[in-house]
């Protein structure tokens, strides 16, 4: 098994904004990736697009359906490097952190589901909208919040249905926000917002993620998620103006698991035992614990599952770097105990999760090189010297 430990302040998706940003003269950012000296030089507008599930290791897949993204690994379209997701590798994390320019122990959003320490109830990032006050759940200020207070345009086009979300809030706020569904439309809008308005143009796809967890990787369904990615990418490149670069990444990458690498902590007593509740994701679970019962939990869940996960106390994964700093009103976010599961294993809960989660396909979360290493490509400016 491949294990990939994020490098917080380094090559993480939680640079790339910053580094964008810096190209525009916004002081005060840090930019290891080296955008502004280096692919962005000179370059006077940027759409930036998130692609939800686009993987290191899915690029091969989508190779035969996806020419165009073809290119982009090939590196004929421009610079490409890799970079890592946060950990955990999820979606709500992964785009605070982008947002943010933060590692997700700093910005609190640290998992698909957490327990509120306050109230003791979890709480679903993707489903959260004012309960908790999203500026104070996340109290960092945003890339977006700082580019605009210097007077740089930065608009978000994304789902019309997420607009003043806790999680847009969270990760977006600054921005101008525009709605758009479909690659079309949302390649249409962040090329008119570029065009007209300049500045940064952030977008977001969330349809070759949905594709993989509904119907696996090797689905026809997720082929073809994975050319409606490479259209919109041609639509993105062709429509680039001369002064403008593309920066396409990923928030996480996808595996699929088969039917006997699931376990139950619904049905299985063994693991139930001891644990008051339990959030986090298949792929890595946050375990509260009862009182006194931490160690039995350790130990049930060690037996159970063997060499297919990683289970310790929240103090070692902390101490292990995994999250970056966490500061001490974030600490009880986390599980008493964290499980991070490990090659083809994911653990369900078919009671108390919604039905959809344990029929999955393709799974994210932890830390393994499927799930955490993603792209990082540039198209246009001082990279790609062909492109008009």
């Not at 964008?20 to 002081?27: D, K, N, R, Y």
């Not at 370059?43 to 020419?67: E, I, N």
């Not at 679903?124 to 104070?136: C, F, L, V």
């Not at 966490?326 to 600490?331: G, T, Y």
Request: some cysteine; aromatic content about 6%.
């Amino acid at each position: 098994m491949d294990v990939v430990h994020p490098r917080y302040g380094a090559e993480t998706i939680a640079e790339v904004l910053p580094g964008v940003l810096s190209a525009f003269g916004l002081p005060g950012v840090a930019d290891p990736l080296g955008l502004a000296g280096g692919p962005l030089a000179g370059v006077r507008r940027v759409a930036m697009l998130l692609v939800d599930g686009l993987g290191c290791a899915q690029l091969p897949l989508a190779a035969p359906y996806a020419p165009t993204l073809a290119e982009f690994a090939a590196g004929r379209l421009g610079t490409v490097r890799t970079i890592t997701s946060g950990f955990p590798s999820t979606t709500p994390t992964s785009l605070v952190s982008i947002g943010t320019g933060a590692p997700p122990g700093q910005h609190g959003v640290i998992g698909f589901n957490v327990r509120v320490p306050a109230t003791g109830r979890i709480l679903n990032h993707i489903q959260w909208w004012d309960d908790p006050d999203p500026k104070e759940w996340q109290p960092v200020p945003t890339q977006f919040d700082r580019a605009a207070a210097a007077g740089i345009p930065v608009t978000v086009v994304s789902r019309a249905e997420f607009a003043g979300s806790g999680l847009t809030v969270a990760a977006y706020r600054g921005a101008d926000y525009r709605g758009a569904a479909g690659v079309d439309a949302l390649a249409t809008e962040m090329l008119a917002v570029l065009n007209s308005e300049g500045g940064l143009v952030y977008g977001y796809h969330p349809d070759l993620d949905r594709a993989g967890h509904t119907y696996g990787l090797a689905s026809n369904e997720w082929a073809a998620a994975a050319g409606d990615v490479d259209r919109l990418l041609t639509r993105l490149i062709e429509g680039l103006p001369s002064d403008a670069a593309l920066v396409v990444t990923a928030d996480h990458g996808q595996l699929d698991i088969p039917a006997d690498g699931r376990l139950d902590l619904d049905t299985d007593p063994r693991l139930r035992t001891g644990v008051e509740a339990a959030a986090g994701e298949p792929r890595v679970r946050y375990l509260y614990t009862l009182p006194g019962a931490r160690d039995d939990v350790i130990a049930a869940w060690r037996a159970v599952l063997g060499d297919g996960a990683w289970i310790v106390p929240r103090e070692e994964a902390v101490a292990a770097g995994w999250f970056g700093p966490v500061p001490e009103e974030h600490l009880a976010r986390v599980g008493d105990v964290v499980v991070a599961c490990h090659d083809s294993n994911v653990v369900v809960a078919t009671r108390s999760e919604p039905e959809f989660v344990a029929r999955m396909v393709a799974f994210h979360g932890s830390y393994t090189a499927a799930e955490m290493r993603v792209p990082l490509f540039v198209a246009g400016g001082a990279s790609s010297p062909n492109l008009s």
